[in-house]
């Protein structure tokens, strides 16, 4: 038994830090956008491309490459997965000019989904019922520390360096990740050939699309907002890279502390904790570029906009995962997927507003509005949904 804790916990740490590794690839580009500006010769909102177009290839690219893999081993799929995170990062460090690095994140984006799943799924198998909403989180948490740490650790390499170091920092991590894989990762056979004509349709009952709804039309607002915290942070608060890199920092303890805060939440509670959530991320959504306006409270609110938005996150994770109980091979995955849908829209709406002339500050109004959105459908999925998923 003790031994079987031991594997678990180097496993689960295994695929923590390859969270952490794909969530700082994902992330690290908003602490860097008026670097690549200057750097590759494009305007700042173009760099914001660098953002959505990795969504959009999670959500794309992601589910079809889990289809396509569906009856492989997840150990050596894993392997794979972060060999193809390991090149494209390479090639973004090598990247000459804006488009190549954009193609890189085209490839780095369609192992993130894919891996996530795989990653939630044995985490889960390995995990008793009890542990299973944790297990979601440690997986998860990886991700939220990237936030926390590889964000602005990024930002201030890239800022004070050189932004391709942070690339070559992430290929680094992958090969870490490729040989924990490769010597603990414990190699399991599938005890059935998954169906995957069982495993979509399990995904389309209503239980499962109302929370999706949520993630698409509610939680797409993070992302408006989020796309540009970094110029926000330069704009409002009048910080240079240091203030940026401690605005992200506060950014991701609070990714941190939300994450792992909501892991903790039973089954049961887990739409009722949801409302509060999207009621606490739209205050601070609406208030941020007004609090932006004290150094203290700009950092402040930072915390607290990372706090909701990942405190969030693992609630609308753990509702997909357990209303598609009978999907375990893509209900991770899909998950993934659609909160990258969520992450594409909300950073292409930001992009759009600002190339209309709206400035920063009804930017952050329209993310409330949007996140309002999501409260209201988490409302009507409470009326709907069927509860004993949750027990």
């Known amino acids: ?61 992601g589910p079809l490459l889990r289809v396509i893999t569906i009856k492989y081993p997840p150990k050596p799929l894993l392997i794979a997965l972060t060999a193809i995170f390991v090149i494209s990062n390479i090639v973004a460090a090598t990247a000459p000019n804006f488009e190549v690095l954009l193609l890189s994140r085209l490839l780095s984006a369609a192992m993130h989904a894919p891996f996530f799943g795989l990653a939630m799924m044995m985490a889960i198998n390995m995990s008793a019922p009890e542990r299973r909403t944790q297990a979601i989180a440690i997986v998860q948490g990886g991700l939220t520390i990237a936030i926390m740490i590889g964000v602005p650790f990024g930002s201030f390499i890239g800022g004070m360096l050189d932004w391709r170091l942070v690339f070559w920092f992430l290929v680094l991590l992958g090969a870490l990740v490729l040989i924990g894989l490769a010597i603990f990762v414990p190699n399991e056979k599938q005890a059935e050939t998954p169906k995957l004509k069982s ?6 009952n209503k239980n499962v699309l109302w929370v999706l709804a949520i993630i698409v039309f509610g939680f797409s607002g ?25 605005g992200l920092f506060f950014f991701g303890l609070g990714a941190v502390i939300g994450n792992f805060t909501s892991g903790r939440v039973p089954p049961r509670l887990l739409t009722k904790t949801l409302m509060f959530s999207l009621i ?14 004290s150094p ?18 693992p609630l609308l994770n753990a509702k997909v995962i357990l209303a598609a109980k009978d999907a375990p091979m893509l ?3 899909i998950a993934a997927s659609i909160f990258n849908v969520a992450n594409a829209l909300g950073a292409t709406l930001g992009t759009l507003f600002l190339n209309m002339g709206l400035d920063f500050r009804m930017i952050t109004f329209a993310a409330a509005g949007i996140i309002l959105l999501g409260l209201v459908l988490t409302i009507i999925t409470s009326k709907v949904e069927d509860k004993t998923l949750y027990e």
């Open 1 to 61: 038994m003790l031994r079987f804790v031991n594997n678990r916990r180097i496993v689960l740490t295994i695929f923590m830090l390859g969270t952490f590794a794909i969530g700082m690839t994902e992330y690290v580009v908003t602490g860097l956008l008026t670097e690549f500006a200057r750097d590759l010769n494009v305007a700042v909102s173009t760099t914001g491309l660098l953002l959505s177009v990795y969504a959009i290839s999670v959500a794309v690219f």
């Open 199 to 204: 495993e979509l349709k399990a995904l389309l």
């Open 222 to 246: 993070v992302f408006t907002a989020y796309t540009f915290k970094e110029p926000m942070l330069r704009e409002f608060a009048g910080f240079g890279v240091p203030g940026v890199t401690l």
């Open 280 to 293: 606490a991320l739209a205050l601070v959504l609406f208030s941020f570029t007004f609090l932006l306006q």
């Open 296 to 313: 203290v409270l700009a950092l402040i609110s930072c915390f607290l906009f990372g706090a909701g938005t990942f405190g969030t996150t």
């Open 331 to 333: 209900s991770g995955t």
